[in-house]
């Protein structure tokens, strides 16, 4: 076997890392913030996904020259719906004929895979190289969101980075960098997460969480069981109606078992509109109840 000589191997990767932001490029917009630049993803013709925390109601997007010449067209836009617990905003840029991203699933991605970090805080593409650095199963963020994976790249991303994509070595979008759900941490929010979110806000402007409609606090009864003490109950909510009483200790719903408010609350996050099963013990005796979880944006 002939093995390819050094300089052989670094023009490869050179000028393959160079043709995936010339294929990412097109699709990775300007959007303009107070006192600084940002990025963001085009994701439909009119549709641009970026941070929600760093974006304006208002702002204006910069759209690369479709005849390569590196000028921006700068088109008026609006944020049409926010998931502050995934960090996502959705603009609709009317009259924009925005190209695209390619999107990627994360199937046969690893740790230690190349990536690219790609902005536009200016008028130019910027890039930044970096490695996969994590890749988990799903992660909750501290502002109620849901990431169906934890992909993290190996450093922080720069300034003006926030909002764009994380590509693959062909140019494919594997997520949207973001600094502020995490800190200190620097993640990607992975395209499952974004198609999911980015339908969630062009169809209600916002993302519908599970509703229950109880006050919380955990307990431990004898036989260490643990569970979630129903302190309130709100007048018509989903948990009155199903039947629950203030004294009440959930100790699983749909399965999930319940060991306080927090696993109360992610229990329920994503379940809007179902019925399901909660697993009550009112006065020492087990008993089952079914509830309709409601929906908040």
């Not at 960090?87 to 991203?101: F, I, K, Q």
């Not at 973001?178 to 993302?207: F, N, S």
């Not at 006050?215 to 989903?238: H, N, Y």
């Amino acid at each position: 076997m002939t093995i390819p000589a050094r300089n052989d191997v670094f023009h490869a990767l050179d000028q393959g890392l160079a043709a995936a932001v010339a294929a990412a490029g097109p699709s990775v917009v300007h959007v303009s913030r107070p006192r600084s630049g940002g990025t963001g993803i085009a994701w439909a013709a009119d549709l641009v996904v970026t941070s929600s925390f760093h974006t304006p109601d208002r702002t204006r997007v910069g759209i690369p020259a479709a005849d390569g010449s590196g000028e921006l067209q700068f088109f008026d836009a609006e944020v049409i719906g926010r998931d502050p617990g995934t960090d996502v905003a959705v603009l609709r840029v009317p009259g924009a004929a925005l190209t695209p991203a390619t999107p990627r699933e994360l199937t046969g991605l690893g740790v230690g895979n190349l990536a690219l970090a790609i902005g536009r805080p200016g008028r130019s593409a910027r890039a930044s190289l970096r490695a996969i650095g994590v890749l988990g199963p799903e992660v909750r963020t501290p502002y109620g969101g849901r990431l169906d994976h934890h992909v993290e790249s190996d450093r922080q991303i720069p300034r003006g980075f926030a909002g764009g994509p994380l590509i693959d070595g062909d140019g494919a979008v594997i997520g949207m960098n973001t600094r502020t759900l995490l800190r200190g941490t620097d993640l990607a929010v992975p395209v499952a997460t974004l198609r999911r979110v980015v339908d969630e806000l062009v169809a209600h402007g916002g993302v519908r969480r599970g509703y229950l409609g109880v006050g919380a606090f955990s307990v431990t009864l004898p036989g260490a069981v643990k569970g979630a003490l129903v302190a309130s109950l709100d007048d018509g909510g989903p948990a009155a109606t199903a039947g629950l009483l203030v004294g009440d200790v959930i100790t699983s719903l749909a399965g999930d078992p319940i060991t306080g408010p927090d696993d109360l609350r992610e229990a329920i996050g994503d379940r809007a509109g179902e019925v399901v099963a909660i697993a009550v013990i009112r006065a020492g005796v087990a008993q089952t109840l079914s509830a309709t979880i409601g929906s908040k944006s």
